[in-house]
């Protein structure tokens, strides 16, 4: 069994193959960050950021992490069908945590955008990576966060210049493969988007079969004045994986920023999205929607801090659970004392499809300013049987009758999604859980 000790351990020995890669500096973040790690050490019930989600399954298994991309056949075709169709999109994909240039497909950037492994651009461009790398992700906060920096190896590193609008979504595909032994991997992504940049980035993190392995993935991302960024997170992992992944967001002046976390997959899961409003005229909007069978966790926890008045933040998150699966939705909106002015909403709706499903929610409104609009509610409850009634008398049958009620419930966070490929496909993603929960019996 793993413990804190066992990572701080294997730290040491891979710290030296590290520095050999990288400026000196790296270095320096890299101690820093498992230092805060030691301090830390994982999480436990008796924190109250962590009341309902225990840790201690993923200590179980001693995961290895992979040092460098290792070319295991996995073919083209394949990953076409992992891969959202037709969105015309700039693939970006990490097998294991590492750039995986051959299974990439960028074609012509506009000038000046650079998307690139950040173990490259650490490279080619150490002195704009430095201004940014680490500096929005807390790792005194989060000890997955910490672990992380203190594992920098590989990643993506996206920037936007000035007044640069990139048509094409981005994907960043990262795709698990476990083959003799549970593997363990950090990817971080740093994207910086200058004042009056335009650019749709998606990220994917998908496995395979049952293979157990731990993601533990960084996601830093600036956002500029004037600059508008919709993002998405799809995370559709192995029925054996654990997933840790923090979003964390810094917005300028009159700035736009949409995000929306799709969660379908893996054993054990937490999602943190940390978004700071940290100048006037700024958009935010974090959605989710998670679906969970079986005996998964999954954890969203968000973080809204509205520093700044004249600002807006909008937050949907809705859950559909079955079998014994468990979720938890943490949400929290702080309006600091001169965030005069502020609009800011939150909602969590969850549907339990058994008896035994179960979901914590915990919306919270931290306000120190006395002129803003701020709301925030929860709701958790079974399909409506008078509509399912409804709908049968339609001549519908029962179990269409309720997918019907579920891709309905669901279409309110997925009609947000601007790009129509990912929505189709999440939406046939839907249907396909759904028709497998109701084969075991779960959703009847």
């Known amino acids: 069994m793993a413990d804190k000790e066992t990572y701080i351990s294997k ?15 790296v270095h320096d973040i890299r101690k820093s960050a498992i230092d805060r790690f030691a301090e830390q050490g994982f999480p436990t019930t008796k924190n109250e950021q962590w009341r309902f989600t225990r840790v201690r399954p993923l200590l179980r298994h001693d995961f290895e992490p992979v040092l460098e991309y290792e070319q295991d056949g996995l073919p083209a075709r394949k990953l ?4 959202i169709e037709d969105t015309g999109c700039r693939r970006v994909t990490f097998v294991n945590g590492h750039f995986a240039a051959d299974l990439s497909d960028l074609g012509k950037l506009p000038k000046g955008v650079r998307i690139e492994s950040l173990q490259k651009a650490l490279q080619t461009d150490p002195e704009r990576v ?56 950090h990817p971080r992504i740093l994207i910086v988007a ?3 940049t335009r650019a749709s980035i998606v990220e994917s993190y998908i496995g395979f079969d ?3 392995y731990f993601t533990n993935p960084v996601t830093e991302i600036t956002v500029m004045d004037r600059a508008e960024i919709d993002h998405c997170k799809l995370q559709k992992e192995s029925a054996a994986a654990y997933h840790m992944g923090t979003v964390q967001v810094h917005l300028g002046r009159d700035s736009r920023f949409k995000t929306d976390f ?9 999602n943190d999205v940390n978004a700071v409003l940290d100048d006037e005229g700024i958009e935010c909007s ?14 969203n926890h968000t973080l809204i801090e509205h520093a700044k ?40 709706r969850c549907i339990l499809l058994s008896d035994d499903a179960q979901i914590n929610t915990n919306p919270q409104l931290e306000i120190y300013a006395d002129d803003v609009k701020c709301t925030h509610g929860a709701a958790v409850g079974q399909i409506d049987e008078n509509a399912v009634f409804y709908l049968r008398s339609r001549g519908i049958e029962k179990s269409a009758a309720r997918q019907m009620l579920i891709e309905a419930f669901a279409a309110e966070v997925l009609e947000g999604i601007k790009i129509n490929p990912v929505r189709e496909r999440l939406t046939m993603d839907i249907i396909d859980w759904f028709t497998k929960a109701r084969g075991a019996g779960k959703a009847d």
């Open 194 to 196: 200058e004042a009056n």
């Open 130 to 185: 430095q201004r940014h790398l680490s500096k929005y992700a807390d790792t005194g906060n989060n000890p997955f966060v910490a672990l992380n920096t203190a594992h920098l190896i590989d990643g993506t590193f996206i920037y936007l210049p000035k007044d640069t609008r990139v048509k094409e979504p981005i994907h960043l595909l990262h795709v698990t493969r476990s083959n003799a032994k549970p593997i363990l991997s």
């Open 11 to 25: 730290f040491a020995e891979l710290e030296t193959k590290l520095s050999e890669t990288a400026p000196s500096w």
């Open 210 to 212: 049952a293979d157990t």
């Open 80 to 83: 076409d069908e992992l891969c």
């Open 286 to 299: 974090v959605n989710g929607l998670y679906l969970a069978n079986g005996h998964q966790h999954i954890d």
């Open 262 to 270: 799709i969660s379908i997959g893996g054993t054990l899961v937490r």
């Open 309 to 348: 008045p004249h600002c807006t933040s909008n937050e949907l998150f809705k859950g559909i659970l079955s079998d014994r699966a468990k979720a938890v939705f943490n949400g929290r909106i702080h309006v600091h004392p001169d965030a005069q002015k502020t609009d800011a909403r939150q909602t969590n």
